[in-house]
């Protein structure tokens, strides 16, 4: 009986950690079609679907949320989403973001050292080669 309740408080506390080592975080923002969204993410993995509708949805999953800053804001022009690793324990911290965003939002992303998936896309992307490292998709299909 003893073995179990040792073996009962190691199961509790290995949870208490994972708890501990990982959060969610999700926000929801009603737009209208003329409104930007702004994203700025240093680290981790970015997916991007296109939706209907007017509300932008960003989940985040982090794991080591102690070495993530984030914020989020929403004014007249758009909405912003930020999600840094910190200086010094930022190397051990992982995240994946989930954007779901209409098709009327204008998008603005800055990328550093991130992995980006496009979902449920139709259209042609065009990837011209740039000397200074900026990547720019230019759209030739309605849609995109």
Known sequence: MQRLNS???VVSAASTVADIARKALHYSFIVSPSMTLYVH???GALQLQRTG???IEISAALQAPFAWRTAAEQDDAGVYFVALRRAVVGGIARATFTLSVPQTVYVILRLEDADFTLGSITGTLELPPSAAGEVRIASSAAGL
């Open 7 to 9: 073996l009962t408080q």
């Open 41 to 43: 993410i240093a680290g």
């Open 53 to 55: 509708g007017s509300v």
